[in-house]
């Protein structure tokens, strides 16, 4: 399989993410590049990711008037991202707009059209938020009818939760590209993310790509949680170069000193969090 993760670089300076990004570039599938990012630093930083590589997914979640988004989607099909993102709350009409003139600017470039990628319902909203802006039934009923109007109109693309992974996929096929926030590894507490789900358990429910932020770019060594996320999806996934002596099953802390129980990830990555001392912990041979 493909390298899965999207590393969303939500920080407030641009140098700090070009930074970041050049030292994650090998372990990961794309960078995000969302409204902190591009309001601080504009088309450019764009470009010069670009001009490094790597995949950039640029997620502004456009809505508008049609004729406003899809000169927005030329705007950024120019700039060369593989992503982009559009409310599908905008209709239909918008809808098409935008899938229309990624395709057509794309083939003035001679290049392969952004995925543009419909938001249903934003991964922090529940059932009572929905309720609050007047919308019936559940979450899940909302992205299911925002998901077939979006792929009605033509897009090829969604971002979902994770819990909806499944039902998407019964319902539309194999074919629409699934993007998924809401992704914490076990060890990592939800956040402002209310419907979430592990890497591990999103790529098994049918997830094409994993948007991890905070869990990544938050560490204290982001690529070495990088790296981790990586192995509990597929170890094969983790770059030759990067891989190494799996540590014992059961080792001591290094830092309390109170005997745990690993698991297969822990144990190759030689990082864990323990419980007794509640601290994220380097092994030490």
Known sequence: MDNPIIVALDLPSPQKALKLAEELAPLVGAFKV????????GPDIVR???????????????????????KAVIAATDLGVQMTTVHASGGTEMLTAAENAAHEQAAMLRAEP??????????SMDDDNLAELGVGGSVQEQVLRLSKLATGAGLRG??????????LRAELGDDVQLVTPGIR?????????????????AVQAGAN?????RPITGAADPK???????????????????????????????????????DATEQATGRYHCPHCDKDVVHKK
């Open 114 to 123: 952004p995925l543009v990628l419909a938001v249903t319902v934003l991964t």
């Open 158 to 167: 969604l971002v979902c939760s994770p819990q909806e992974i499944g039902m």
């Open 209 to 213: 790509w994993l948007v991890i932020g």
């Open 34 to 41: 969302g409204k902190q990012l591009f309001v601080s630093g």
């Open 224 to 262: 070495a949680a990088a790296i981790g996320i990586l192995h509990s999806i597929d170890p094969e996934l983790v770059p030759e170069g990067e891989r190494r002596e799996p540590i014992p099953e059961v080792v001591d802390c290094a830092e309390c000193g109170q005997s745990l129980k690993l």
């Open 48 to 70: 010069k990711l670009r001009a490094t590589g790597t995949k950039v997914f640029l997620d502004l979640k456009l809505h508008d008037i049609p004729n406003t988004v899809a």
């Open 185 to 201: 590894p076990a060890t990592i507490k939800a956040d402002d993310q209310k419907r979430t789900m592990t890497p591990a358990e």
